[in-house]
């Protein structure tokens, strides 16, 4: 659920020590609250037409991935520049490649069963923070290349397939399913997909429709609308949580800059606990 804590100040936020199962802070909303999410257990899609600010949300949530010990970042970048940044501190990377990322899916759909097994054998609903056992986040950019362009048609299908498993069953097995698109339209996220998401966020749209295919059907009509998002507030969208209405919120901005010394940061972390 939306995490609503005190109104933002100019402290600095603690990046040493951070959790999956901690918010993940990615922004303010327009009444200066923090806009902080709780991934674990959920997952996220977010979409918005190029140049609206999609990525910059996504570099928040992969940073605080990136600095989590007890979660696993698998990053699918079709085109290999919006999170290549944080490829050196990822457990798997894809590429523009759809036979591996059909092949990475399989093992994580493989994976997702592993942990149901055990769970069903020690008698559990859902993994925690005290299992020795890390959460995995997987972060798709841009889902239309592997969806409805890289490959043949039965693979791009078979992307959607197992995507849409993943995305069903792996909450509980901490499987947190990230996934972004600068083309929200009905042919790459498919209400059957679409609806399963627990949190969506909508950048500037082109039309009402591309607003209501990331939010869901009638939120624009209802005056929620990411086509009313205006050309120069990148960075500006509309936040739905489970159970509540769309709130306009203003993501953090990683610099270039910013976002290597995190990895730097986050590399120094990982070479401290192999040791």
């Not at 603690?14 to 959790?19: K, Q």
């Not at 327009?30 to 999410?37: C, M, N, P, R, V």
């Not at 069903?120 to 890390?134: E, G």
């Not at 995995?136 to 043949?152: H, K, N, P, Q, Y």
Request: aromatic share 6%.
């Amino acid at each position: 659920m939306l995490s609503k804590r005190k109104k933002i100040s100019h402290d600095t936020f603690p990046v040493a020590g951070l959790s999956i199962y901690d918010p993940v802070h990615l922004g303010i909303f327009d009444d200066g609250h923090l806009a902080a999410l709780e991934l674990i257990y959920r997952n996220i899609l977010l979409g918005g037409e190029p140049g609206a600010g999609k990525s910059v949300c996504l570099n928040n949530i992969v940073a605080h991935g990136a600095l989590a010990p007890d979660v696993d970042l698998w990053l699918f970048d079709g085109k290999e520049v919006e999170l290549g940044l944080w490829r050196e501190v990822s457990d798997v990377f894809v590429g523009p490649s759809i036979g591996k990322a059909l092949a990475a899916l399989d093992a994580l759909q493989n994976e997702m069963n592993r942990r149901y097994e055990e769970l069903t054998r020690v008698r559990r609903r859902k993994i925690n923070r005290d299992d020795p056992l890390n959460a995995i986040m997987l972060v798709i950019d841009e889902l239309a290349l592997f969806s409805a362009t890289m490959g043949s048609k039965e693979e791009q299908e078979q992307f959607v397939r197992v995507l849409r498993d993943l995305v069903a069953r792996g909450r509980a097995a901490g499987i947190i399913v990230v996934a972004a698109t600068q083309r929200p339209s009905a042919d790459i996220i498919p209400t059957s997909l679409r609806d399963l998401f627990s949190y969506r966020l909508a950048f500037r749209c082109t039309t009402d429709s591309s607003s209501d295919i990331v939010l869901g059907r009638g939120w624009a009509q209802q005056g929620y609308n990411a086509a009313t998002i205006t050309p120069a507030e990148r960075g500006v969208g509309l936040l739905l949580a489970e159970g509540g209405v769309p709130r306009r919120m203003k993501s953090a901005y990683l610099a270039d800059a910013d976002i290597y010394s995190l990895v730097d940061y986050a590399r120094q972390m990982s070479t401290g606990r192999a040791a």
